[in-house]
């Protein structure tokens, strides 16, 4: 009997049950699929992007002489994007979104902080890191709302709008809007989510129920944020 | 009451190996992140330059989702449960690449 008992148990799996195959919490799986849902989201948005820019005609010098901005070609990003606050006037190609992508980064890293610290049930060093990583988000919304501001306004041309913009081809503005849109609206709710955290490991909230595990679900979502923008940053900005 | 709480909860002292690891991935990504600035401005456009920098994004991302998201340390089912699904977007990027070209054919510009 005993025998019978061991053979069946050495052939199951690890999907006969009575065990998690994932061997993670239910809330973090689903905080997995959700993000998968949500990677399928942007990718969409950057292939159209890549649909869009390449059934329009590249700027080539030896055909359209030096670059400048023209409803015939799509425009190259970094002639697009090169200013920098306070730096009027001064053309720094990129500067401003490399610092953008730093300052992601960081509150990126300071999120992981906060994460190690709840799985040592150290409330103090939680709350630092949960506050250096929503100053994190809040700057980099700051440089969002300066960069969208300066694209609309636009340098005496006439800016840029849904329908139409100085820079290029309709789509050029259209695109630029819903990506980096899309992106600083989960910023945004990933800065609330944040706060909601910070504020319940404040009250105590986690440390009563013994352990911190949403910090790390909240952590996944934020990472995810920061891993769109590294895809936006070559896709939109770089190539 | 609160202090009662404070006691009894045990706060575990850091691995410094732990956040030290944490820090030498920030260090990648950032000095990556520098490298590719510096190819936007010293490679000319071209097949050279996109492959370079798909291959950069590429290994940020693998950070990114490997350590930071500790995927690379969770169940091998779980992992590829998340990175298979991603072929579709491989496929589609080129699919819609390729659909581009015709177009702008067609448009005859």
């Known amino acids: 009997m005993s025998t019978a008992t061991t053979e069946i148990s050495s052939k199951t799996s690890i999907w006969s049950g009575g065990q998690s195959p994932f061997n993670i919490s239910y809330g973090k799986l689903m905080m997995w699929f959700f993000l998968l849902s949500d990677a399928f989201t942007f990718s969409a948005l950057l292939v159209t992007y890549g649909m869009v820019r390449y ?8 055909v359209h002489g030096e670059f400048v901005f023209s409803q015939s070609y799509w425009p190259i990003p ?38 190690e610290a709840g799985h040592r049930m150290d409330k103090k060093a939680v709350q630092k890191w ?18 969208w501001t300066h694209f609309i306004v636009g340098t005496g041309g006439g800016g840029a709008s849904l329908s139409w913009n100085e820079y290029g081809p309709p789509d050029f503005a259209a695109l630029f809007f819903f990506i980096t849109g899309f992106h600083g609206t989960h910023v945004l709710s ?29 952590g996944l979502y934020w990472h995810f944020v920061d891993l769109v923008w590294v895809f936006v940053f070559t896709f939109f900005y770089l190539i | 009451m609160s202090s009662e709480e404070t006691t ?27 490298l590719e600035f510096i190819v936007a401005f010293t490679i000319s456009t071209g097949m050279l330059k996109l492959s370079i920098f798909v291959v950069m994004t590429i290994v940020k991302a693998a950070y990114i989702v490997g350590e930071f998201m500790h995927l690379k340390h969770e169940s091998k089912v779980l992992m ?30």
């Open chain 1, 55 to 62: 059934s329009h005609t590249a700027y080539d010098p030896s």
């Open chain 2, 80 to 109: 590829w449960s998340i990175l298979l699904p991603m072929i579709f977007v491989v496929w589609m990027l080129i699919a819609f690449r390729y659909e581009a070209g015709a177009i702008l054919d067609l448009r005859g510009w």
């Open chain 1, 130 to 147: 949960m506050l250096w990583t929503i100053i994190g988000g809040l700057v980099f919304l700051g440089c969002q709302a300066w960069e």
């Open chain 2, 8 to 34: 009894n909860v045990q706060v575990i002292p850091a691995d410094k190996a732990k956040i030290k690891h944490i820090w030498t991935v920030a260090g990648i990504l950032g000095f990556i992140t520098t």
């Open chain 1, 78 to 115: 970094e002639k697009v994007f090169e200013a920098v606050p306070f730096l009027h006037g001064v053309s720094l190609p990129l500067v401003f979104v490399g610092i953008m992508t730093f300052i992601l980064i960081m509150s990126s890293v300071t999120m992981v902080l906060a994460v």
């Open chain 1, 190 to 218: 990933g800065v609330l989510l944040n706060f909601l955290i910070y504020y319940r490991t404040v009250t105590g909230m986690y440390e009563r129920r013994g352990h911190y595990e949403m910090v790390e679900k909240v």
